[in-house]
Antibody, heavy 124, light 107 residues
Framework: QVQLVESGGGVVQPGRSLRLSCAAS????????MHWVRQAPGKGLEWVAV????????YYADSVKGRFTISRDNSKNTLYLQMNSLRAEDTAVYYC?????????????????WGKGTTVTVSS | DIQMTQSPSSLSASVGDRVTITCRAS??????LNWYQQKPGKAPKLLIY???SLQSGVPSRFSGSGSGTDFTLTISSLQPEDFATYYC?????????FGQGTKLEIK
């Protein structure tokens, strides 16, 4: 079945780095854009980054721009999020989500498949 | 950035009630509006996309409407499993944004 599984979370000190992974299965990964979305404890959803299906375009939230890098390896069906210079406010559950589009027009985008999330805690 | 504002932030209702949640965008987003449901400790689940299209497998008691800046999510007859937090999300810009959420609680 269609599935996304995140990994790589953990406890890290402020200023350090961490790389998250998201393994996709059950669909043609290379045909879909992918998002990272995070949720701080007790807070709402915050979009983090998106990458086009072929990696040609990447966009970031202002809160992570210059510190986080989204990437993908279509040969491994895997999405990544490299997080550098981590701060306490980056503490959250990080979800990967598939970027789908309405057929056949291709106009409207939505996140229709989500992983269960991986927890990142930034603390000294 | 496009700001999304939901109202109310929380809502108490009973099983069988009709409930409406509102989402307002800071600028026109046409129909680039999605709704998600999230239960505690779980990932969000897509309910409605393109403002009014029901995602496959989602019960028909959920419906969405609106365009431009004002949108609504309606649950026609609340069921016990519908008590959750609901988020709207715009996909008009390359950087999507979510509303702050509406927590639907049992009265």
């Amino acid at each position: 079945q269609v599935q996304l599984v995140e990994s790589g979370g953990g406890v890290v000190q402020p200023g350090r780095s961490l790389r998250l992974s998201c393994a996709a299965s059950g669909f043609t990964f290379s045909s879909y854009g992918m998002h990272w979305v995070r949720q701080a404890p007790g807070k709402g959803l915050e979009w983090v980054a998106v990458i086009w299906y072929d990696g040609s375009n990447k966009y970031y939230a202002d809160s992570v721009k210059g510190r986080f890098t989204i990437s993908r390896d279509n040969s491994k069906n895997t999405l990544y999020l490299q997080m550098n210079s981590l701060r306490a406010e980056d503490t959250a559950v990080y979800y990967c989500a598939r970027r789908s589009v309405t057929p056949p027009s291709g106009y409207y985008y939505y996140m229709d498949v989500w992983g269960k999330g991986t927890t990142v805690t930034v603390s000294s | 950035d496009i700001q999304m504002t939901q109202s109310p932030s929380s809502l108490s209702a009973s099983v069988g009630d009709r409930v409406t949640i509102t989402c307002r965008a800071s600028q026109s987003i046409s129909s680039y509006l999605n709704w998600y449901q999230q239960k505690p400790g779980k990932a969000p689940k897509l309910l409605i996309y393109a403002a009014s299209s029901l995602q496959s497998g989602v019960p028909s008691r959920f419906s969405g409407s609106g365009s431009g800046t004002d949108f609504t999510l309606t649950i026609s007859s609340l069921q016990p499993e519908d008590f959750a937090t609901y988020y709207c999300q715009q996909s008009y810009s390359s950087g999507p944004t979510f509303g702050q959420g509406t927590k639907l609680e049992i009265k």
